[in-house]
């Protein structure tokens, strides 16, 4: 088993940047494919970025390609995102999930584990 704790989440104007942490524990003898997804209210959970068991391949949506950036410490268990040029429509609840699928993992249904979530608020 896997637990997942998302941290780094709060409250931001339009333009400023946030930074989620996300510390795996458990069954982590063997590093695994993570990814951030979010959810608005009222609406899907949707893909947000993804980085593959070494690191070398990460993935983005198009909304926040160039925004965002993904990156790890296997040395450490833990997966983060950095937030930049933050915008009120990135207002969510973001969620950090964990694979032992191999590959940069897009859809949340290849995804196992899931952490408690942390709330991303940006206002305008």
């Known amino acids: 088993q896997v637990q997942l704790v998302e941290s780094g989440g709060g409250s931001v104007q339009s333009g400023g940047s946030l930074r989620l942490s996300c510390a795996a524990s458990g069954r982590t003898f063997r590093p695994l494919a993570m990814g951030w997804f979010r959810q608005a209210p009222g609406k899907e959970r949707d893909f947000v970025a993804s980085i593959t068991r070494d690191g070398r391949t990460t993935n983005y949506a198009d909304s926040v390609k160039d925004r965002f950036t993904i990156d790890r410490d296997n040395a450490k268990n833990t997966v983060a995102l950095q937030m930049n040029t933050l915008k009120p429509e990135d207002t969510a609840i973001y969620y950090c999930?964990?694979?032992?699928?191999?590959?940069?993992?897009?859809?949340?249904?290849?995804?196992?584990?899931w952490g408690q979530g942390t709330q991303v608020t940006v206002s305008s």
């Open positions: 999930a964990a694979s032992s699928l191999v590959g940069s993992l897009v859809s949340r249904y290849d995804y196992p584990y």
